[in-house]
């Protein structure tokens, strides 16, 4: 729903619609993330704040800060979390897991500063 949003082509089935639908997803996701108190690092908390993020990306076309304000939550929670080294007791294990950690740090620190 949030794509469709943002480039104006929603579906004949949800013609109409994709705005308020965009918008509830975005107050529930707002709720939810108050509710589990996203000042403090949780599993899966990043990625949530950046689902946030997108969520508030797309729905204006104008650049809005909040989206900067919540890039420097995201930095600043996910160098709190240890994403920014290696081999953390706090974060997962597996290569595999430490290898996407690093990239999605990466991914978020380009994406701010462009």
């Not at 080294?85 to 991914?107: G, K, N, W, Y």
């Amino acid at each position: 729903m949030l794509d469709y949003l943002r480039e104006g082509d929603e579906p004949v089935e949800y013609e109409g619609k994709c705005h308020d639908l965009a918008s509830t997803y975005r107050n529930r996701f707002t709720d939810c993330l108050i509710l589990a108190d996203y000042t403090q690092p949780q599993e899966f908390l990043i990625e949530a704040l950046i689902m946030h993020q997108y969520g508030e990306y797309v729905g204006s076309r104008d650049a809005k800060s909040s989206v900067w304000v919540l890039s420097g939550i995201i930095v600043r929670l996910a160098m709190r979390m240890g994403y920014h080294q290696e081999a953390q007791p706090s974060l997962p294990s597996t290569p595999f897991q430490v290898i996407q950690l690093a990239d999605f740090l990466e991914t978020v620190l380009i994406k701010v500063s462009d």
